[in-house]
């Protein structure tokens, strides 16, 4: 059981990037699924979750710039990040949270059970 994720790269400030989150051994479309970030000497934080029903939900940080959305069908789901900024430069992790309900979308690193391994995103100035 594990999770894959991908689509990290260099970019300059004001590109996209999509990055993408494969389950496999099991199916996670009953998971919640979120996104975390760490950056170099700080702590990992909570980017954007997404519920199995679809609820979504947003660091201030990225409202408006970032979407996560799920694709049951493949057993995956995705961050689409837009206008990029040079502070949006981590490791960025996807996890999933195998107790949550529809509508639960944890923010906490502790409710996560399941992580993949990180894709490196960076934003140059």
């Known amino acids: 059981v594990q999770l894959q994720a991908s689509g990290g790269g260099l970019v300059q400030a004001g590109d996209s990037l999509r990055l993408s989150c494969v389950g496999s051994?099991?199916?996670?479309?009953?998971?919640?699924m979120g996104w975390f970030r760490q950056a170099p000497g700080k702590e990992r934080e909570f980017v954007a979750g997404?519920?199995?029903?679809?609820?979504?939900l947003y660091a201030d940080s990225v409202k408006g710039r970032f979407t996560s959305s799920r694709d049951n069908v493949k057993n995956s789901v995705n961050l689409q990040m837009n206008s990029l900024k040079p502070e949006d430069t981590a490791v960025y992790y996807c996890?999933?949270?195998?107790?949550?309900?529809?509508?639960?979308?944890?923010?906490?690193?502790?409710?996560?059970?399941?992580w993949g391994q990180g894709t490196q995103v960076t934003v140059s100035s």
């Open positions: 996890a999933a949270d195998i107790t949550s309900d529809a509508w639960a979308v944890p923010t906490a690193r502790n409710e996560y059970h399941i």
């Open positions: 051994g099991r199916t996670f479309s009953n998971y919640g």
């Open positions: 997404i519920s199995w029903y679809g609820r979504t």
